[in-house]
């Protein structure tokens, strides 16, 4: 058994998986996961499930340290600087860090979430067969709520497995995708349009539970108290001020202002990874649409081990590069935002 | 009663939930239809639905769109919630103590003012009133009530609140709701009980199901204490009255 010691970690950060399912009728919360690709991701770089708990790591830098012996771990998710004393490790592959070792991670540059994942993964209580923390109903494991520095995982000892990369496709850019409904006849055809036509911003109040919106006030019909009913994550309520509210992940199961529309599945993790102060827009898709998306989303993830290469074929020495100055504008590739791996092995 | 209610309507909530609506309005006629429409998909599920949410006037029914399409689900429920379907649920009854007012209720003088009444009598109306936990939600033991007193219906805040404590009582429209966990709400806050309807690792966990009838009776802050140090050590301390 090897440890993986928090040396540092700013707030929002917790151990995620794929959340907690079969007890909303009561009120549980789902959680989970905020980018599910990318938690996916980071798991199949480490040879686990691809919804087996993760740190999840909020836009803030944090550190890891190896102890009692070597741990393999995976990120991926928003861009972020990482390294290993000063040598530089790209997100979207596997790492093992020896017993002593420190793996650093600088603030998202970009994005918002990223996913730590531990080869043999987070261990820990299951309450509803899961160990997604929900910190405002003290749920999850092993600590149920935001992590903070000098918390520990027992994890497996690293396996000596070889070290991966994974070839994710293209981020899908463009307006997050919605369904309207089930109040779209709460709203009138201008103030569904001006929902639609708008450009949004994350508020800097959002967090897990919800993402508030900035833009436009959108006017109900009829007032904003609706008969309290269930709600679905990517709901997006419209309460009285008109300031509209997208549900993620630790959104209340019920709820009591209009939905005018809901984020297709396979947007969700794009609008979590949207950070504070973006400028972005919102497109209506038909049903087909949204379930063909979500179909392909949930094929893209079972197939994820098919993405796998072997970490050697982008293995650069980049101080030697550029000091050799033959680089070139390769240089920018160390921006691991940017990297994209453009030939296959 | 079945026969008053209009044939319900489905509505997508996304690409891998549907809504199943029975009415637009709080009515205990259509939340049985609900509760039914949810026992008879547990009695024979279909292929698909990984999850059922029962709520005042609809159920709200998850599914996996890999397995069965919107058009294909809604083609299998509608005909089961178009039928006459059993009562779903024998009804417990509670009696849930409430500390009224004060740093426990911040909004109880508030409500009175804008009511145009006392605080007495707003202690009094919905202490006296007769519910009924339509649902269970928004966050875990989350009872939403029906059967609030029309004197006491008012609009929720513009604005919610983004953190109300654990066990609030709480009005919001022409609901009433017994609140566990600390959260945000955008209704106003009456009192606050020591019970707890969702404790971990007590059994049962959730204590409050939909069907069950709760009516509240005053406690003075003291006796709050001493409840709420019962409750924290695992006491159900609602009264269950036998019927």
Known sequence: MSRLVVASIGPASSVQDGGRHGAQRYGLTVSGAMDRLSLAAANTLVGNEPFAAAVEIGPFGASFTARDGAVRVAISGAPRNADIAGRPVAIDTSVTLKDGETLTLGFARGGAFSYLAIEGAIKGELVFGSLAVNARAGLGSPYPRPLQAGDEFNVDAASGAPELRIELPKPVSGPIRVLLGPQDDEFDDANKALFLDSEWKISATSDRMGYRLEGPAIKHLHGHNIVSDGTVIGSIQVPGDGAPIALMMDRGTTGGYPKIATVITADVGRLAQTSVGTAFRFREVTMAEAQDEARKFARLIKDLPDRLRSSDTVELNIEALSDANVAGYAVSAVDAGTWQVTAEP | ?243
């Open chain 2, 1 to 243: 009663m079945a026969a008053t209610l209009p044939p319900p309507r489905l509505l997508p909530s996304g690409d891998s939930a549907v809504t199943v609506e029975f009415s637009r309005t709080i009515d205990d006629a259509a939340n049985e239809r609900v509760l039914a429409l949810d026992k008879a998909l547990a009695a024979n599920p279909i292929d698909g639905i990984t999850e059922t949410v029962p709520t005042y006037r609809s159920l709200l029914v998850h599914y996996d769109p890999g397995t069965i399409g919107f058009e294909a689900l809604g083609d299998k429920i509608l005909p089961i919630a178009s039928q006459p379907l059993p009562p779903a649920t024998k009804a417990r009854r509670w009696r849930i103590p409430v500390a009224y007012g004060g740093e426990h209720g911040i909004d109880l003088e508030d409500v009175a003012k804008a009511l145009n009444t006392t605080p007495d009598d707003i202690i009094a109306c919905h202490s006296g009133g007769d519910y009924r936990v339509a649902m269970i939600g928004f966050t875990p033991g989350w009872s939403y009530l029906s059967g609030l007193d029309k004197s006491l219906q008012m609009s929720r805040r513009q604005s919610p609140r983004l953190l109300t404590p654990a066990g609030t009582i709480s009005i919001g429209g022409i609901q009433a709701g017994i609140q566990c966990l600390a959260a945000p709400s955008g209704w106003h806050l009456l009192g606050r009980t020591p019970v707890r309807t969702y404790q971990l690792h007590r059994n049962p966990t959730f204590l409050t199901e939909p069907g069950d009838r709760v009516t509240f009776f005053a406690i003075d802050h003291k006796t709050f204490g001493e409840l709420d140090r019962a409750a924290e050590a695992g006491e159900i301390v609602a009264e269950q009255v036998t019927a």
